[in-house]
């Protein structure tokens, strides 16, 4: 059975720093371009951060560069996202996905919440 397992969210002050972690079974993630997306209430979900299969190429919403960066470990079938300059309207729901072709396995998600 395919699961994918977010892990890591939480309360952090403004400026803190966050390491989300989202873990597979039942799968290889290596096949899959896999993203973290995100949700705030009354938003639609956004983009947060993308990183290819094998060249490891990276992409990130343009609010998020710099201050965010994606790993993953195909050995490990995981995922991270380093999360730091943390700011109030970064609060939202944090799902991950991993992505190829028409297929699409989604994450549970995992709160993260930034107090100013």
């Known amino acids: 059975q395919v699961h994918l397992v977010e892990s890591g969210g939480g309360l952090v002050q403004s400026g803190g720093s966050l390491r989300l972690s989202c873990a597979a079974s039942g799968f290889s993630i290596n096949t899959y371009t896999m993203k973290w997306y995100r949700q705030a209430p009354g938003k639609d979900r956004e983009l947060v951060a993308m990183i290819t299969t094998t060249s490891g190429l990276t992409e990130y919403g343009d609010s998020m560069r710099g201050r965010f960066t994606i790993s993953r470990d195909n050995t490990k079938n995981t995922m991270w996202l380093q999360m730091s300059s943390l700011k109030p309207e970064d609060t939202a729901v944090y799902y991950c996905?991993?992505?190829?072709?028409?297929?699409?396995?989604w994450g549970q998600g995992t709160q993260v919440t930034v107090s100013s």
């Open positions: 996905s991993a992505e190829r072709g028409t297929y699409t396995y």
